[in-house]
C-alpha cells in the first residue's frame, strides 16, 4: 500500500518477521524496511529529533477528512504508529497528528490501509516490484498470476 517499512513493538517474534520477508521475497518490494523495535517511546522521540512527523492512528483523534489537506502537503519523513489494544497515553500528546479514521471500532490495519491511500490518492493501487517473483494480472472472472523472469 506504500509504505516502506514497519517498525514492530512488544515481543519479538521473528517468525512474524521472517514471513514478511517471505512476502517480500515473492512479490517484491526490496526497498521495504521491517525492524523490531524495544522502545517504541525513543523511535518516536529520535524520529522527530531528526525532523520527522509523527501521525498516530486512533479513534479519538482529528477526523480524517478535516486534517488530509495538511498531511498531504508534509514533505518531511512520516512516522504512523497504530497500536493494538490499549495504548499509552503519552502516543497521544506526543504525536504530531492524532488521527481517527473513524469513530467506529476498526482494525489497526484497515486503519493504516484507509490512510496510505488517502496520503497516495490511490496511486499505490498501480504499484509494480520489479523484483517480483509473481504477479497478478487484473481480470474480470477467475484468478491469473505469472511468474516474473
Known sequence: MGARGIFIAGDEDNALIKKIENVKSMWGGTYFEIDYCE???????????????????????QRIN???DIISTIQ???????GSQKVEGW??????????ISSQPHSEIAALAIF?????????LDIYFQDSKLRI????RG???VKNE
Open 39 to 61: 522502545n517504541p517511546q525513543r523511535l518516536v522521540i529520535e524520529w522527530k529529533k531528526r525532523g520527522g512527523i509523527v501521525i498516530h492512528l486512533t479513534m479519538y483523534g
Open 66 to 68: 478535516q486534517v488530509m
Open 76 to 82: 518531511k519523513p512520516i512516522l504512523i504508529v497504530v
Open 91 to 100: 502516543y497521544y500528546y506526543n504525536s504530531d497528528f492524532n488521527i481517527s
Open 116 to 124: 496510505l491511500d488517502r496520503i497516495y490518492k490511490g496511486e499505490e
Open 137 to 140: 494480472i487484473p481480470q474480470e
Open 143 to 145: 484468478k491469473k498470476v
